[in-house]
Nanobody
Framework: QVHLVESGGGLVQAGGSLRLSCAAS????????MGWFRQAPGKEREFVAA????????ISADSVKGRFTISRDNAKNTAYLQMNSLKPEDTAVYFC?????????????????WGQGTQVTVSS
């Protein structure tokens, strides 16, 4: 069992930045790959970024590549999503997720645990 709690969302103007945090508890954090997904109103939940257990490899969706950076601090049991150059189309509820032993970290159905989400709103 892994319990995830997101924080750091809020309202920001286009071009601004936010850093989301995902605090994990319940299991050894370092054993899990971590991912960020987002869901805008009326749309499907979509992949944003993921990082492997050793924090040596990351992958990001094309829509956020070069703007968002995923990272993790295993000593703090926390994953992060640094979001820069935010656009109105980034507005969504952002979810963090944990996965043990998966091959495709971009597929949301592969993740075992999910947080409740944090709202990010980008104004134009």
């Amino acid at each position: 069992q892994v319990h995830l709690v997101e924080s750091g969302g809020g309202l920001v103007q286009a071009g601004g930045s936010l850093r989301l945090s995902c605090a994990a508890s319940g299991r050894t954090f370092s054993n899990y790959a971590m991912g960020w997904f987002r869901q805008a109103p009326g749309k499907e939940r979509e992949f944003v970024a993921a990082i492997n257990r050793g924090a040596l490899n990351t992958i990001s969706a094309d829509s956020v590549k070069g703007r968002f950076t995923i990272s993790r601090d295993n000593a703090k049991n926390t994953a992060y999503l640094q979001m820069n150059s935010l656009k109105p189309e980034d507005t969504a509820v952002y979810f963090c997720a944990a996965a043990y032993s998966i091959l495709d970290v971009t597929t949301l159905t592969k993740y075992d645990y999910w947080g409740q989400g944090t709202q990010v709103t980008v104004s134009s």
